[in-house]
């Protein structure tokens, strides 16, 4: 059975179609399930230098077998939505502007066992309508 105190592991990676990025990170969470909904919190580490205060934003992870919400609190703000089929539309804010988002999911992989839930995503990212990368994401709560 999860118990409340989690570690949540993210893997991303992200390709314009030259260039690939990736990234991965542990952080310490909290998890609950309400309903039919497992929901994940944790803080998520954006920028961390010796010389500067260290920025992070708050992560909501809500969890259903063909969806997943992501939403984002702090300097960056954003909710994003994943469910294969259904674009999702909403705003993506930053320090340096609001953009527009468009997310297209072309792969949503939720596997819950006793003791973690993983999740695999692959999925289409835009911008102000302009297609900005190809993503995958796998997030593993244990």
Not at 51 to 68: A, D, F, G, R
Request: hydrophobic share 35%; net charge negative.
């Amino acid at each position: 059975m999860i118990k409340n105190e989690v570690l949540v592991t993210i893997r991303g990676m992200q390709s314009d179609g030259q260039e690939e990025d990736s990234i991965e990170t542990i952080q310490p969470g909290k998890y609950r399930h309400i309903g039919s909904t497992d929901v994940v919190s944790y803080d998520e580490l954006l920028l961390e230098n010796e010389n500067e205060p260290t920025i992070s934003s708050h992560n909501l992870l809500k969890i259903q077998p063909h969806l997943v919400v992501l939403s984002k609190k702090g300097p960056v703000q954003s909710e994003m939505e994943f469910c294969v089929g259904k674009p999702y539309h909403g705003f993506y804010q930053t320090p340096y502007g609001i953009f527009d988002m468009t997310i297209e999911t072309a792969v949503l992989n939720v596997v819950q066992t006793d003791e973690e839930i993983a999740l695999f995503i692959e999925y289409f990212l835009e911008l102000n309508g302009t297609p900005i990368s190809k993503n995958k994401l796998e997030i593993t709560i244990r």
